[in-house]
């Protein structure tokens, strides 16, 4: 019933950018917060960045100055500004979003896309 579908992923060399998009369709009432975690092969999905519906962003310490996470409440998307990036940030990104569903009161429910693939090449 709650899609979170990503988009904006691909190839970009050593120091280019991205932008990520993020898009929550469905019966809902608004999205609390929402965010990004990242995979890369062989490792551990870790919090990339999160940004509350107060708008209050938290990043890990490896993109911080580089990546910037926004929303856009009206169209229930999150975006992840990516610049200056790097090999090591290859990996397949996956959005959050923690949404209030019209159907279950506003009931709070936390709801994964399936991953966009970021790969930055030296």
Not at 17 to 22: D, G, K, P, Q
Request: glycine residues 12%; aromatic residues 10%; proline residues 2%.
């Amino acid at each position: 019933q709650v899609e979170v579908a990503e988009s904006g992923g691909g190839l970009v060399q050593a120091g280019g950018s991205l932008r990520l998009s993020c898009v929550v369709s469905g019966n809902i009432f608004g999205i609390d917060s929402m965010g990004w975690y990242r995979q890369a092969p062989g490792k551990q999905r870790d919090m990339v960045a999160t940004v509350t519906s107060a708008g209050t962003t938290d990043y890990v310490d490896a993109v911080k100055g580089r990546f910037n996470i926004s929303r856009d409440n009206a169209r229930n998307t999150g975006y992840l500004q990516m610049n200056s990036l790097k090999p090591e940030d290859t990996a397949i990104y996956y959005c959050y979003a923690n949404v209030r569903l019209v159907s279950s009161s506003g009931r709070l429910y936390n709801y994964w896309g399936r991953g966009t693939q970021v790969t930055v090449s030296s």
